[in-house]
């Protein structure tokens, strides 16, 4: 490999891209667990962000697991270099910032997955990318988890308004439905951040492992936890409004028995799957509930076309993913200075994303005001 | 290239939860709906409109503590699977 002081710049470009990753899977991923409670009322916005971030804070610490491989099996993980890993992780950035701007949830880990992809495939070739494995792991739960999940949410909604349709008090059942979303809510984001925030500690550990800084198979130093879990809970207290907005907000008006049911059927399969070794997307199978909860309820107007829209942002997030890995990857192959080149794109590209997200700002204070502009569906209040 | 799909761990995965989450659901859903019965259950005197702030721990019906006790067992197991699994 490279000599001595390249090595050095490349685990130390590793190391912040993995946190600067965390911190953007942070900020996206708060509407996970946190959208449906901001727009039933159960929560407000700074107050469930910051339950979110300190339990994604939590959930690092709590998980004993270790993230074994950096890829998951989906590519060869001997042609991982550290370079690979770069490259891979500038491309989950960009298209996390990318989807972040246009409010399209979208998941975070097969981004990582596609950057790394990519990146592997520049480097070592097809045969490295194992892609039964990417079928079987990514293609096949990206399209079922979704259904599942729907479907749970759907029955559990239904089942909640007719339970309690007779209730004349209908104060006291939505406090009664608020008060029980804390928890449903705290439970996703726990969930959560002991299942993200082991990834980037498994990349940060393996890459060390890789430059011969750490003996192999060591479990994360405790630094390594710290600022990860760190990184993930700033971010996750950022909010990522677009997103919240779009899953609270733009796909059906949520009350709080729907999500109630949104975030409790997410809490199920998520932890179903994950004790069979089922690998799903913690965003995919939220956002697949919280349509579930819209169908639900009857009289709820659910926006279908924005099911289309996040489809089409799913299929495209490994193969776009993949691409800017691959260039990063490549870039950053020539050498210490081709890492720093792809380094300040990144910056360039972040701070772009950043100015343009400046011009129409969404915050804690407007997340649940719904401008009436181009929103195909017509939706009855 | 040959795809392995196993339906019989997705079949698992999707009854489970289908179980856990909507029992947690429908149990939380009887505990509210029992809780507000409490409130609507005596309409008989109108006249008491400042009655509002119910006297709430000692107007708990058993089966509303009963199906909240429930749901609360069922996020313990839950934290069980995250924290110690």
């Known amino acids: 490999m490279r000599e001595g002081p390249g090595v050095d710049v490349i685990v130390l470009a590793v190391i912040i891209t993995a946190l600067v990753f965390d911190f953007t899977n942070g900020f996206h991923d708060t509407a996970n667990a946190m959208a449906t409670s901001i727009a039933s009322g159960a929560l407000r916005p700074k107050v469930a962000v910051a339950i979110s971030g300190v339990l994604n804070f939590i959930g690092a610490f709590l998980s004993v697991a270790v993230a074994k491989t950096i890829s998951s099996g989906l590519v060869d993980d001997t042609k991982i270099t550290p370079t690979v890993i770069f490259g891979g992780l500038i491309g989950a950035i960009v298209w996390n910032l990318a989807t972040w701007f246009l409010g399209l949830p979208s998941s975070s880990s097969h981004a990582l997955f596609g950057g790394l992809i990519g990146a592997t495939w520049v480097a070592a070739g097809a045969d490295a990318v194992h892609f039964a494995t990417v079928v079987s792991k990514v293609l096949v739960p990206a399209v079922l988890s979704p259904i599942v999940a729907g479907v749970v949410a759907m029955v559990g909604t239904y089942l909640a308004y007719r339970i309690t349709a007779r209730r004349k008090d209908h104060g006291r059942v939505v406090r009664g439905f608020q008060s029980g979303q804390v928890v449903s809510a705290s439970m996703v984001s726990l969930a959560h951040g002991t299942n993200d925030g082991q990834k980037t500690m498994g990349i940060i550990s393996l890459t060390l492992v890789t430059a011969g800084m750490l003996p192999s198979g060591s479990a994360p130093p405790f630094w390594v936890i710290l600022i990860a879990g760190t990184a993930i809970a700033l971010g996750t207290y950022l909010g990522g409004w677009r997103i919240i907005r779009t899953l609270g907000k733009r796909v059906t008006e949520i009350e709080a028995p729907q999500g109630l049911a949104a975030e409790t059927s997410s809490t199920a399969v998520i932890l179903v799957s994950s004790q069979l070794g089922f690998p799903l997307s913690t965003t995919q199978v939220c956002t697949g509930a919280i349509f579930g909860a819209g169908a639900g309820r009857r009289l709820a107007s659910v926006r279908w076309g924005m099911a289309g829209q996040m489809a089409i942002a799913w299929l495209l997030t490994l193969p776009s993913a993949a691409i800017v890995g691959a260039v990063a990857g490549r870039v950053a192959e020539t050498g210490t200075a081709g890492t720093v080149v792809v380094a300040l794109a990144g910056v360039a590209f972040g701070a772009g994303i950043y100015a343009l997200s400046r011009r129409q700002p969404i915050t804690a204070r407007n997340v649940n005001d719904l401008p009436a502009g181009p929103q195909p569906a017509a939706a009855p209040a | ?85």
């Open chain 2, 1 to 85: 290239m040959s795809v392995s799909i196993d339906w019989a761990a997705l079949g698992v995965v999707f009854l489970v939860s289908f179980a856990a989450g909507v029992g947690l659901i429908v149990l939380f859903s009887l505990g509210v709906n029992a809780l507000a019965t409490t409130t609507t259950e005596p309409p008989a005197s109108p006249t008491h409109t400042h009655q509002k702030p119910a006297p709430r721990l000692t107007s708990i019906p058993p089966i509303a503590a009963l199906c909240f006790l429930a749901c609360a067992l069922i996020v313990a197991y839950g934290l069980y699977l995250i924290i110690i699994k």
